[in-house]
């Protein structure tokens, strides 16, 4: 476990998970990213990790794991008063399985940007390059590449665009952010869902960061994508097409940068080059389940 503590949000996301989720659900079993994302809108990820553990820990709940797939282990959680979890476990088990598996997770992510591609253009934001490593003369030595990069207004962007229920790696999040640096753009991450922690960073280096919230399921998948927002409430969705409420907050936010590139004062501020001390974000995840998209 982790060396740092934050401790005020870990007791009140103890004291939610404790109240308002197993309170009124006292027959119910939930998986640590089903609880991860279902509060997300009020504690980071990791902050939901740390609050279950010690919830764990002080014996206010009980936890295990079960095979999910492959080497992979899924933890669950559940009331002290339920008797009978097992058999509530296996059936996500296989549910979550399903979207688990590298196939179907890996074309999610394809499909995410395939949305993406088709409306960016559509407000203005034109294409530039795909998978990039090198842009306008310059060029980067970094292991990964960027997604895209897109142009409006004369003004190009870095683009990571992230159609997953967990957040990016912090490793990944600071190479990518790196990679713009080295390529002269500012970078835009399009996330599912992004720590405000993150979001800033991005901000300081002259981007930004829009949130779409809906995991993008595949079209012709609306009727698991329902079946898993149902039995596990999660924010997945199968639409044809990227919301316009959306693509509006896009236009907005580069709109103000826009504005504002004129009279830039402040040089963007960029993360430190990798290989520092592990953060407390990544330091609570169970190792089993890293890497994997459940």
């Given at each position: 476990m982790p060396r740092r503590h934050p401790d005020r949000s870990v007791f009140e996301a103890?004291?939610?998970?404790?109240?308002?989720?197993?309170?009124?659900?006292?027959?119910?079993?939930?998986?640590?990213?089903?609880?991860?994302?279902?509060?997300?809108?009020?504690?980071?990820?990791?902050?939901?990790?740390?609050?279950?553990?010690?919830?764990?820990?002080?014996?206010?709940?009980?936890?295990?794991?079960?095979?999910?797939?492959?080497?992979?282990?899924?933890?669950?959680?559940?009331?002290?008063?339920?008797?009978?979890?097992?058999?509530?476990?296996?059936?996500?088990?296989?549910?979550?399985?399903?979207?688990?598996?590298?196939?179907?997770?890996?074309?999610?992510?394809?499909?995410?940007?395939?949305?993406?591609?088709a409306a960016l253009p559509k407000v203005g934001f034109v294409p530039k390059a795909w998978n990039v490593r090198t842009y306008g003369g310059r060029s980067t030595e970094r292991l990964k590449n960027l997604d895209r990069v897109a142009e409006r207004d004369g003004i190009e962007y870095g683009v990571e665009i992230k159609n997953t229920l967990d957040y990016i790696g912090r490793d990944e999040f600071h190479e990518k952010l790196l990679i713009c640096k080295d390529l002269a753009l500012r970078p835009l991450f399009i996330c599912r869902a992004l720590p405000k922690s993150y979001v800033m960073e991005v901000i300081r280096a002259g981007g930004f960061a829009l949130?779409?919230?809906?995991?993008?399921?595949?079209?012709?998948?609306?009727?698991f994508a329902e079946e898993v927002r149902a039995e596990l409430g999660l924010r997945v969705d199968s639409p044809a097409r990227i919301a316009d409420g959306t693509l509006d907050r896009l236009v907005g936010i580069h709109t103000r940068i826009r504005d504002r590139v004129g009279a830039w004062s402040q040089e963007p501020v960029w993360p430190e080059e990798a290989g520092g001390e592990e953060s407390e974000e990544e330091d609570w995840v169970d190792g089993e389940e890293r890497g994997m998209q459940i």
């Open positions: 103890k004291r939610v998970i404790i109240e308002e989720v197993f309170g009124p659900h006292p027959e119910s079993v939930f998986y640590e990213r089903q609880l991860q994302v279902q509060l997300e809108k009020r504690f980071f990820h990791w902050i939901t990790g740390y609050a279950l553990h010690e919830l764990c820990q002080e014996g206010a709940i009980r936890t295990e794991r079960l095979p999910l797939l492959g080497q992979t282990r899924i933890r669950f959680y559940w009331s002290n008063t339920l008797r009978s979890w097992k058999r509530t476990a296996n059936h996500i088990v296989k549910l979550v399985a399903r979207y688990s598996v590298p196939e179907f997770a890996i074309a999610i992510g394809v499909h995410g940007e395939t949305m993406f591609d949130i779409f919230d809906w995991r993008l399921y595949l079209h012709g998948y609306k009727s």
